[in-house]
């Protein structure tokens, strides 16, 4: 991605006095400041998931990874003392946020990686696998752009939900991806924005992003999404995934599953763009994935910039009012039309599923950087 004239990731890391430091762009100060945020240790590292400072399923994989690399680095040298610290980290990672497959995907990976080695190399080696877990997420976003392309003609309009671009994808994104390519090749494409209650993922971030990226788009408030298809003003949906069940029902952000029922009422094609890190083939339908629910003052309380240019957090709810507060919802795979992967788009089936883990052995981990 790039933000005035200069090229970035959502998060990388970076050694300083011997020690990993994690970098990220500050998500919950966009659109209003763009601003790199320092996590010095593993554990802020894990908070800074927890609390949405990052957000978005490939996002939270890499920096998931990082934070385990940079655990290993903060670890005692000694065998016993290694082993106990890097799993203390393992499990206050993987606690951060329950809905993300990618999170516990890149957990694993680096796990693998390190598991025969002492120490020393184990150092080394997670800090090497946590790059490349990274790079990963570049590529496939891009792949994922390549393969979703023809969807997007000259003339597009597609909706999207929540933010599954730059920030939630390292670079390139998922859903967005297609678009940003279509556009870079001259075609006329138009982008509704769902604004994405509580955190406003869609207002603030994807509306940022398409903003940098000069694509024409309107956000509009969530209960919108309905009187635009029915008149005929969405040609497409594309939404990101937060995990793929083995039969293609699809977790993704709290009000996806609306759209998708939307989309197929009034017969608008509605896709699902994800890398296989994101697919669980562990889980054999939705109503086996982990539905995180968060804090009720997501709902109560909004952030935005008041007229005099200040940052500030308001309530919009009476005193004591009962909230609830699911982060994610899951669309049964019949409502989903495609699944945009870095292969190629393949239908939301057990069977696709299954023919794309046994025709090759995703998610095929590149080793760019070490
Ligand atoms: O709670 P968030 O902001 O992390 O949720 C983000 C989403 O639901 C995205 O749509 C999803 O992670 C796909 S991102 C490539």
């Known amino acids: 991605m790039r933000v005035f004239g200069k090229d970035y ?11 990993a430091v994690v970098r990220v762009i500050n998500q919950p100060l966009l659109p209003h400041k763009f601003a790199i945020k320092d996590l010095p240790t593993y554990r802020d590292t894990a908070e800074a998931i927890r609390d949405m400072t ?13 934070g385990l690399a940079q655990a290993c680095v903060e670890a005692p040298d000694d065998g016993r003392g290694f082993w106990a610290y890097v799993r203390r980290a393992y499990d206050t990672l993987n606690k951060t946020r329950p809905t993300a497959n990618d999170l516990k995907h890149s957990l694993d990976k680096i796990m693998a990686r ?29 792949r994922i752009a390549r393969n979703g392309l023809r969807l997007i003609k000259n003339g597009t309009r ?27 090749k001259g075609r006329r494409v138009f982008v509704w924005v769902d604004e994405t209650r509580p955190r406003c993922q869609g207002a603030q971030l994807t509306s ?22 029915q008149r005929g003003e969405v040609d497409l949906v594309i939404t990101g995934a937060d995990r ?19 989309a197929r009422e009034n017969g608008v094609p509605f896709y699902i ?22 804090s009720a003052d997501e709902v109560h309380f909004i952030t935005g910039r008041d007229e005099t240019g200040r940052l500030r957090r308001v309530r919009i709810s009476p005193e ?32 696709a599923i299954r023919r794309l883990f046994a025709s090759r052995r995703p998610p095929l981990v590149t080793r760019r950087s070490a």
Not at 10 to 17: D, F
Not at 125 to 132: D, G, H, N, W
């Open 320 to 351: 004591h009012a009962r909230a609830r507060n699911p982060a994610f919802d899951v669309t049964p795979a019949r409502y989903i039309t495609g699944i945009i992967t870095e292969h190629g788009i393949i239908p939301a089936r057990a069977s």
């Open 208 to 229: 940022w992003e398409m903003m940098q990226e000069g694509v024409p788009h309107a956000i509009i408030p969530d209960n919108a999404a309905g009187f635009f298809m």
């Open 158 to 184: 597609m909706l999207t939900h929540c933010n599954a671009g730059w920030l939630a994808l390292q670079d390139w994104g998922s859903a967005p991806a297609p678009v940003y390519l279509a556009h870079r």
């Open 273 to 294: 763009a994800a890398p296989t890190s994101t697919i669980d083939l562990n889980c054999p339908s939705g109503d086996r994935i982990p539905i995180e629910e968060r």
């Open 114 to 142: 390190i598991r025969d080695l002492p120490p020393a190399q184990a150092k080394r080696a997670a800090v090497a696998e946590a790059r490349a877990i990274s790079d990963w997420y570049v590529h496939v976003g891009e």
């Open 244 to 262: 793929i069940a083995a039969n293609g029902d699809t977790a993704n952000k709290i009000g996806t599953y609306e759209k998708a029922v939307l």
């Open 54 to 66: 990052i957000r978005g399923a490939g996002t939270i994989g890499a920096t998931a990874a990082f």
């Open 9 to 19: 990731r959502a998060v990388w890391m970076i050694e300083r006095h011997g020690r």
